[in-house]
């Protein structure tokens, strides 16, 4: 009899009508996403500056009209345990679009990342980035209930995390593969890893550390170098640093003004419209510019986290701190790199860079987040 009960209050949990998910909707999410893509309209429209690259942005606004119908579709059709389902049979398939882009990917500037679908070009890595929050976050959920967590638990998951970072340093795409690494990472110690096994992984890869440098290909071990003596090379691996740095520095407090600013108006400032977009804010808007920018980021964040308070089970907790991390690793790296603080590893800055395939990623994993709050335990109006 207890039993029947569990079961139909588990299935009133998930057979919520459409006015029901959409009282659970969490708008004030929806809001900053929004507000802090205008934000990034505005600066891409600056950015890419002239008539001949407008088409730019309004590809960028129709991107992000397209995510966010990927988002309510992601976060309001699936049923309550559709993600955990399906979960490991996304990481697969992603996996099998990883070696199928290095099989037969199509190469651009000098990296294999894509996969020419006819009607779509298809950056397979972007795809590996939820499916690994989801199949992790799966793992561990079932071994949530009744089993302690030894370091042989933890095995698999590592395969897991560093076999598609293995494919996409291939390709070569180093920053998504750090991304990647980061994330699960960040799952694995959230969900028990003990810190003395984790200080011995990190002793491994610092001795490690010589045999990555020799793996790397040249212009990798350049952006490290670059790192700490831009100046060594001022026109050459240098240069997206110092006018990055000059872009920042010459904003001052509030900034030069709308398409005023000189280095990205008069095309000093390389990759302005994508890797190196926070430099354009920077010069155009200053410093208040770039905090209000920051301030949209943690709300979004801080947003993000108050749904792992409301999260059914292991899985949903576990995916909400797995998305919290990429868009937080990704925000983290990309203004590291444009202030010199980090190596130049191209990553986008979320919902500002201009990319259809980054933003279509962030709005899959808002939606996530949306669907978690959505089929939560608290019943009362979501905000």
Request: glycine share 10%; net charge positive.
């Amino acid at each position: 009899m207890i039993e029947t009960g569990q079961n139909l209050l588990a299935l009133g949990r998930t057979a919520l009508s459409w006015s029901e998910r959409m009282r659970r909707f969490p708008w004030s999410l929806m809001v900053l996403l929004s507000v802090t893509s205008m934000v990034g309209f505005v600066i891409l429209y600056s950015a890419v500056g002239g008539r001949d690259n407008m088409w730019l942005f309004w590809r960028q606004v129709a991107q992000f009209i397209f995510g966010i119908g990927i988002l309510g579709t992601v976060a309001l059709v699936a049923d309550e345990k559709f993600y955990r389902r399906f979960a490991y049979l996304l990481y697969i398939f992603s996996l099998l679009l990883l070696i199928a882009t290095m099989i037969m990917g199509s190469v651009g500037m000098g990296a294999r990342r894509w996969l020419e679908l006819g009607f779509l070009r298809l950056q397979t890595s972007e795809l590996m980035k939820v499916a690994l929050i989801l199949a992790l976050a799966r793992y561990f959920h079932d071994r949530a209930v009744g089993h302690v967590l030894t370091w042989r638990d933890f095995l698999l998951p590592f395969v897991m995390t560093l076999t598609p970072i293995g494919l996409i340093v291939k390709q070569p795409d180093l920053g998504t593969a750090v991304l990647i690494g980061g994330v699960g990472i960040s799952m694995i110690v959230v969900a028990g890893l003990s810190w003395r096994i984790l200080l011995v992984l990190m002793g491994i890869v610092g001795a490690s550390l010589p045999v990555i440098w020799n793996s790397m290909h040249g212009y990798q071990k350049k952006r490290i170098i670059t790192l700490f003596a831009p100046d060594q090379d001022p026109l050459g691996a240098g240069y997206h640093i110092i006018q990055s740095k000059i872009a920042v520095g010459s904003g001052g407090w509030t900034g030069k003004g709308f398409m005023a600013g000189s280095q990205s108006q008069l095309n000093f400032l390389p990759e302005r419209h994508t890797d190196f977009i926070f430099s354009v804010l920077a010069e155009e808007w200053g410093f208040i510019g770039g905090v209000t920018l920051l301030t949209l980021y943690a709300l979004i964040i801080v947003r993000a986290m108050m749904i792992t308070e409301m999260a059914n089970d292991r899985f949903g907790l576990l995916a909400v701190v797995g998305v919290t991390m990429l868009f937080s690793i990704q925000v983290l790296v990309n203004i590291g790199m444009v202030l010199g603080l980090l190596p130049v590893v191209g990553i986008p800055l979320p919902l500002i860079s201009y990319g259809g395939s980054s933003m279509v990623t962030v709005m899959i994993a808002m939606g996530l987040l949306a669907h978690i709050n959505i089929y939560s335990r608290q019943h009362g109006r979501s905000v």
